[in-house]
């Protein structure tokens, strides 16, 4: 049973306007949440994460959203460039527990239009 | 400073051979991750190794694959015999502490005719 939904396969969205990914999860136990960029033929690349703690974390064009009572989160980027153009997976771990261990969504494939 | 390597890159077996897969860690990682994507769905976690020992292989999905990190260094992934589900991607990732980011290398592409 998958416990990191991302249910939209793909986005696509015009250079310099904003890109929003969501992504759900069912497991309570998830406490930190992480974002990976994929690019064909390479491994996923680390973007960003967010604590439970949190409710928004920002580096740059990239901010993380987390809504706890909704077991949601989403990635914002603004203003979005070709070369954002990728699969961006959600992950989540429950590090309380000791684990690390990542759980990932399917990805959303993210097209930015020139 | 070098990243997650693997190698192959890419494996084509036929079912019932043998494929053994090799990770390299970064430099000084003492944690050392496997998982796998099949068939472009999620990226599923296999086991976790903490130096050169097994600290959670709860994701190995039979006993038809083995995973060693002799020394604490680099780790393989052996598949004996391979089977035709077995196909997918399989990536490595290496963290210094439990609790850091883990970055990935590029991945194996298994494909088993």
């Known amino acids: 049973d998958q416990q990191v939904k991302q249910n939209s396969p793909s986005l696509s969205v015009q250079e310099g306007r904003i890109s929003i990914l969501n992504c759900d999860y069912t497991n309570s136990m998830f406490d930190y949440f992480l974002w990976y960029k994929k690019y064909p033929a390479e491994g996923p690349t680390f973007l960003i994460s967010i604590s439970s703690i949190k409710d928004k974390n920002e580096d740059g064009r990239f901010t993380v959203f987390l809504n706890k009572s909704a077991k949601h989160l989403s990635l914002h980027i603004v203003p979005s460039q070709p070369g954002d153009s990728a699969v961006y997976f959600c992950?989540?771990?429950?590090?309380?527990?000791?684990?690390?261990?990542?759980?990932f969504g399917t990805g959303t494939r993210l097209t930015v239009i020139p | 400073e070098a990243g997650v390597t693997q190698f192959p890159s890419h494996s084509v077996i036929e079912k019932g051979q043998t494929v053994t897969l090799r990770c390299d860690p970064i430099s000084g990682h003492d944690n050392l991750y496997w998982y796998r994507r099949v068939m472009g769905k999620e990226i599923k976690f296999l086991l976790h190794?903490?130096?050169?020992?097994?600290?959670?292989e709860s994701g190995m999905p039979n006993n038809r694959f083995l995973a060693e990190r002799t020394g604490g260094t680099y780790s393989t992934l052996k598949v004996q015999p391979a089977e035709l589900e077995d196909s997918g991607v399989y990536f490595c990732?290496?963290?210094?502490?439990?609790?850091?980011?883990?970055?990935f290398g590029p991945g194996t592409r298994l494909t088993v005719l």
């Open positions: 992950a989540a771990s429950g590090r309380r527990t000791g684990a690390n261990n990542l759980f």
């Open positions: 990732a290496s963290s210094t502490g439990l609790v850091d980011t883990q970055y």
């Open positions: 190794f903490v130096k050169e020992s097994k600290q959670d």
